[in-house]
């Protein structure tokens, strides 16, 4: 059975970077065609879709954060990775990891709250 | 502001059934077939109810279905119950040079 779980702080303070780990059992990242992604959703608000990575180890982002997020997979770890740089308070939310079926984050983790405060 | 709109709200009586609309451009939702829906309670994790605009993954309920004309999407719940006093989420494969996900903003479905 396919199971997801974040890791990592949080607490971020403003202007660093947020790292965070999905460990992923129950399937590889490398398996054919297998997308994993990340979304994230701020406290009271909806669902933002940051980016994932396929099986290839290629990536996909969002325009709107692309120019301070990556996202990158460890498959002697089964395991993916986000950072988000230069963080502020508008990056304080509830991170999910996914796997993506069909463009669509069909199995996801619990969630981590990454609070960005001084 | 999201890519995809939504309602804000929609609610409707036991029994009846609602839809919830989700309008794009023709950069995502009227490009491609990978519209899907997701149902979120209240500190919950969403749940995917809907991929590929109008297939349900295993042990969803067959109330829960999906459409799409032109740019805009829509998720219809029949026979409405009280446990579909939810959050629901559209998304859409889109590309604007590159390949990548938007979701809508959200509706809240309240069941009178």
């Known amino acids: 059975q396919l199971h997801l779980q974040e890791s990592g702080p949080g607490l971020v303070k403003p202007s660093e970077t947020l790292s965070l780990t999905c460990s992923v059992s129950?399937?590889?990242?490398?398996?054919?065609?297998?997308?994993w992604g990340w979304v994230r959703q701020p406290p009271g608000q909806g669902l933002e879709w940051i980016g994932s990575v396929a099986y290839s180890g290629y990536t996909y982002y969002s325009p709107s954060l692309k120019s301070r997020i990556t996202i990158s997979a460890d498959a002697s770890k089964n395991q993916f990775s986000l950072k988000v740089r230069s963080v502020t308070a508008a990056d304080t939310a509830v991170y999910y990891c996914?796997?993506?079926?069909?463009?669509?984050?069909?199995?996801w983790g619990q969630g981590t709250l990454v609070t960005v405060s001084s | 502001q999201s890519a995809l709109t939504q309602p804000a709200s929609v609610s409707g009586s036991p029994g009846q059934s609602i839809t919830i609309s989700c309008t794009g451009t023709?950069?995502?939702?009227?490009?491609?077939?990978?519209v899907s829906w997701y149902q979120q309670y209240p500190g919950r994790v969403p749940k995917l109810i809907i991929y590929e605009v109008n297939n349900r993954p295993s042990g969803v309920s067959n109330r829960f279905s999906g459409s799409k004309s032109g740019n805009t999407a829509s998720l219809t719940i029949s026979g409405l119950q009280a446990e579909d006093e939810a959050d629901y989420y559209c998304?859409?494969?889109?590309?604007?040079?590159?390949?990548?996900?938007?979701f809508g903003g959200g509706t809240k479905v309240t069941v009178l």
């Open positions: 996914a796997r993506e079926y069909s463009s669509a984050p069909a199995y």
């Open positions: 129950g399937e590889s990242i490398t398996s054919a065609d297998s997308h």
């Open positions: 023709g950069n995502d939702i009227g490009a491609y077939k990978y």
């Open positions: 998304s859409s494969h889109a590309k604007r040079g590159t390949d990548h996900l938007v």
